[in-house]
């Protein structure tokens, strides 16, 4: 998953950034509505985190915009403005669900898990390939039937993997799936990543590998019996 946070608040931003790290998500903070809408246009994101009080624009506009482009983006509301007819205009404007400032990191995460399963651009919750399984609930992965330890650069390598399994997924779409602004991935993190899952299937005689498609990218295939 990747997320687009609006937020004017340095502190606010990094405290959000480090929650949806944590979560194995990657994430863009932006300060202002210009940089957002930058972003926005520039790369197909899951979920907008939306302050509403910024420096150089009002969010309730930024909502009204994107909504007006027909844009099925879930929008989760982070603002200050709690008072019940504030709430209602944002939802009004076209926002998916409200939270409120000051928060707690595990209702944020809560109603962003809720907002992606909601939202009709969101996939099947388990992703199923050749005795492979990926829970994208609850991130549990599943080889042959047992729990298959992962870290979060690994999972996602997976998810992306089983999304396209039996097709070739190029590696600057792989770079490209793991990079935030900022902080782009090389080839070689990419490498190092394939590298460390595939060591991971093997050990588990999985029904699939990570096959190299030299010059082009990687492939997740069921093993020939």
Known sequence: MRLLLIEDSPR???????????????????????????????????????????????????????????????????????????????????????????FNNGELLARIRALLRRSPMSVMPVLDFAGLQLDLASKTVLCGGTDLALAPAERSLLELLLREAGKVVPKRRIEHAFSEFGDERTTNA??????????????????????????VGYMLREVAH
């Open 12 to 102: 606010l931003r990094e405290l959000v950034s480090e929650t949806i790290h944590e979560e194995g998500w990657r994430i863009d903070a932006f300060e202002t509505a210009g940089e957002g809408r930058a972003a926005l246009a520039a790369v197909e994101y899951d979920l907008l985190l939306l302050d509403l009080g910024l420096p150089d624009e009002d969010g309730l506009d930024v909502l009204k915009t994107i909504r007006t482009a027909k844009h099925q983006l879930p929008i989760l509301v982070l603002t200050a403005r709690g008072a019940v007819d504030e709430r209602i205009a944002g939802l009004d404007a076209g926002a998916d669900d409200y939270l409120t400032k000051p």
């Open 190 to 215: 990419v490498e190092l990543a394939v590298s460390r899952l595939r060591k991971k299937l093997d050990g588990r005689q999985s029904g699939a590998i990570i096959e190299t498609v030299r010059g």
